[in-house]
């Protein structure tokens, strides 16, 4: 059974960081694409970043330069590093997996999803 388990989200001031952090089990993670959306009120779910199962990173062009995703294969464990984060960063940061190596920016494409965390950029 998978699991995906987001945490790191908070409050934080226009410029400043957070690192997120997506807990998973019961996946290879050679096997499979793993990749962060967000989501903000009344908006529909968008791609951030994704990590396949060769390591190969992708970013969706507001995270690139500024936000960086990577995973430790032996702790199961997928990180977003977020720096220089604007009120426009603000939604539900969600963790998600493909059980295909290869990568997708298309959510409806990954079929296990966490919970989500909540980050809030303030002006």
């Known amino acids: 059974q998978v699991h995906l388990v987001e945490s790191g989200g908070g409050l934080v001031q226009t410029g400043g960081s957070l690192r997120l952090s997506c807990a998973a089990s019961g996946l290879a993670f050679d096997r499979i694409a793993m990749g962060w959306f967000r989501q903000a009120p009344g908006k529909e779910r968008q791609f951030v970043a994704v990590i396949d199962g060769s390591g190969t990173t992708f970013y969706a062009n507001h995270a690139k330069d500024r936000f960086t995703i990577s995973r430790d294969k032996m702790k199961n464990i997928l990180w977003l590093q977020m720096n220089s984060l604007k009120p426009d960063d603000t939604a539900v940061y969600l963790c998600?997996?493909?059980?295909?190596?290869?990568?997708?920016?298309?959510?409806?494409?990954?079929?296990?999803w966490g919970q989500g965390t909540q980050v809030t950029v303030s002006s």
């Open positions: 998600a997996a493909r059980p295909i190596a290869y990568y997708s920016p298309t959510p409806e494409r990954y079929n296990y």
